[in-house]
């Protein structure tokens, strides 16, 4: 028996990491109003959670923020760092915080709508995700996670065109066509499932949920591997 909805392709992690490296580029053009000491600290900070300790990454934003509470990067570090030990709520409270500073900011409303996404508030990460594709249109990653809540929803049609608009985007991820076959098999268009799932595999040789959903589309055509 095929159980729907099992394959859906997250990467949730990677594709938040990335982001701090995008503010870490930045790190130095602190405005200049900042002390010197308060740069250092939030510097210091980046540094940290490139290597991965985030709880002394997580210390210094801290520090920087309490004398720079405005400062929507180092809020916005500090909820990449959370979120990268599985801390959801309190990274939440960091994305909060930047979309109340920066309420332009695209980058804080798609980790927001991620992090909704995780904990299962499927409704909050939908508004979440739709600011971000409002204010970014030509974010692949975000029409990704809009279709991954929409699939959560159950709203297959409006996942497909979520995912269908992230492969006008970035015909190459192999996410969204891996996606893409997971949505079609629960509208049971299964033939266009599997050239999902081939397109996926083609991509990405590696993508194990790519292999399951290839899986699933055959054994609901009736046919073998």
């Known amino acids: 028996m095929i159980i729907k909805g099992s394959f859906i392709c997250i990467l949730v992690s990677a594709v938040i990491l990335t982001q701090i490296s995008i503010i870490a580029q930045s790190g130095f053009c602190s405005p200049a109003s900042h002390d010197e000491e308060g740069i250092s600290c939030y510097n210091k900070g980046i540094d940290l959670a490139e290597q991965g300790l985030y709880d002394e990454a997580i210390a210094e934003f801290d520090r920087y923020i309490q004398d720079y509470p405005d400062y929507a990067r180092a809020w916005y570090n500090k ?10 709520e309190e990274a939440l ?11 332009q900011n695209f980058q804080a409303w798609y980790n927001r709508g991620v992090v909704l996404y995780i904990l299962g508030r499927y409704e909050e990460a ?3 995700s739709n600011r971000s594709t409002e204010l970014n249109g030509e974010d692949a990653r975000a029409w990704i996670n809009k279709g991954n809540v929409l699939f959560q929803l159950n709203r297959h049609d409006q996942a497909v065109a979520a995912y269908d608009r992230a492969i006008g985007i970035d015909p190459h991820s192999a996410q969204a066509w891996c996606n893409r076959c997971n949505a079609l098999i ?8 599997l050239s999902s799932a081939q397109k996926a595999i ?3 040789p590696d993508m194990a949920e790519a292999y399951s959903c290839r899986e699933a589309a055959l054994m609901e055509l009736g046919r073998d591997s």
């Not at 909820?79 to 599985?86: E, F, H, K, S």
């Open 93 to 103: 409270i960091a994305f909060d915080r930047v979309t109340d500073i920066e309420p």
């Open 186 to 193: 629960n509208r049971s268009e299964y033939d266009l499932a």
């Open 79 to 88: 909820g990449v760092a959370l979120t990268q030990q599985g801390k959801y």
């Open 202 to 204: 083609q991509i990405d």
């Open 126 to 128: 939908l508004e979440a």
